[in-house]
């Protein structure tokens, strides 16, 4: 992906926010992702099969979770909030909740195919689905009631619709346990949202870069089996702004891939760089670096208790965080 890292970009950062660190463990998982955490564990997983490693929170432990789908089940996006596993097929409608004590899975055909996800307190599940229609196909936040089957999608709030395949309106969804929000961070643009739990947009705010348009060249076509839906792709790779991101106490932690103008262009190059914000009012809160092991970045991270757990490709580092 692009880094706009050569120019200047018109804006600064504070690096405040100190990180100190405390332990790394190796591990054998191939391109891991975080799929939640407890009090005491971090359940990663990996897009391609839906079993679950478990690391203590102290990295001085690890098990393993079997999860019995079939490996017809890919591109995984999995949730854990023990012994709940949410299982999603993002290439189908296809969603799964198994229970790890009673072994219980239930199966569910969504309405529309699930992007990103998390699951709220009432055992809702807030998601991104992409609708395809004549006009075209867009990217919608909607809500799947578990206990009674059904799904609502909120005309007046939401996201506005762009038929564009989804890119413009591609991003990260977290659930702000401290807040009562549910949070969505743009990808490709300097935008963040946060809605109250009908989907009502309670207020935004705009990360420091200064990319507030996207800048995707899309290519639209008809689709060759069924004319009456499109085809879309890029026509070149995009420029991301905010690359993963996570929310704790209140604070949305956002690695950005844009270089500020008082940055040293080496140390933006090794290292990944957060930015803080303060959910509630969008008030910036300080920057710091997550070195970059053994040349390569980051492949998630999250935050909780005061502590920073980073995901490499073969290693988990955890860190001391302070605002």
Not at 208 to 213: A, E, H, L, P
Request: hydrophobic share 35%; charged share 25%.
């Amino acid at each position: 992906m692009d880094k706009p890292n050569t120019t200047k970009n018109g804006f600064s950062r504070k690096f405040s926010v100190t990180i100190t660190p405390l332990r790394v463990a190796t591990m054998d998982i191939k391109n891991p992702r975080i799929a939640g955490i407890s009090a005491d564990d971090c359940f990663l997983y990996t897009i391609d099969q839906p079993d679950i490693s478990v690391f203590d929170k102290r990295l001085e432990k690890s098990s393993f979770l079997r999860v019995p789908l079939t490996k017809s089940t890919l591109k995984l996006r999995v949730f854990v909030d023990f012994p709940k596993i949410y299982i999603s097929n993002s290439k189908s409608s296809d969603f799964y909740i198994y229970d790890y004590n009673t072994e219980e899975k239930i199966s569910y055909s969504l309405k529309y195919r699930t992007g990103e996800y998390s699951v709220l307190p009432n055992k809702t599940i807030v998601g991104v689905y992409l609708n395809a229609s004549e006009m075209g196909t867009y990217r919608e936040i909607g809500i799947f009631d578990l206990k009674t089957d059904s799904f609502y999608m909120n005309k007046k709030g939401g996201l506005s619709k762009v038929y564009d395949g989804g890119f413009y309106q591609d991003g990260m969804l977290h659930y702000d346990v401290f807040n009562d929000l549910i949070v969505y961070i743009f990808r490709f643009r300097n935008k963040v949202l946060a809605f109250d739990s009908a989907l009502n947009i309670s207020f935004s705010f705009s990360t420091i870069d200064t990319f507030s348009t996207t800048q995707l060249k899309i290519l639209k076509e008809r689709n060759k089996s069924d004319n009456k839906l499109w085809n879309y792709t890029l026509a070149k790779p995009p420029r991301s702004v905010n690359n993963k991101s996570c929310v704790a106490d209140g604070y949305a932690f956002v690695c950005s891939y844009v270089k500020a103008d008082n940055e040293n262009l080496s140390a933006f190059d090794k290292n990944s760089v957060v930015d803080v914000y303060r959910i509630i009012d969008g008030e910036y809160a300080g920057s710091f670096y997550i070195p970059h092991h053994e040349g390569k970045p980051l492949s998630d991270f999250i935050v909780t208790d005061n502590k920073l757990l980073v995901v490499y490709d073969n290693n988990l580092s955890l860190f001391q965080v302070i605002i």
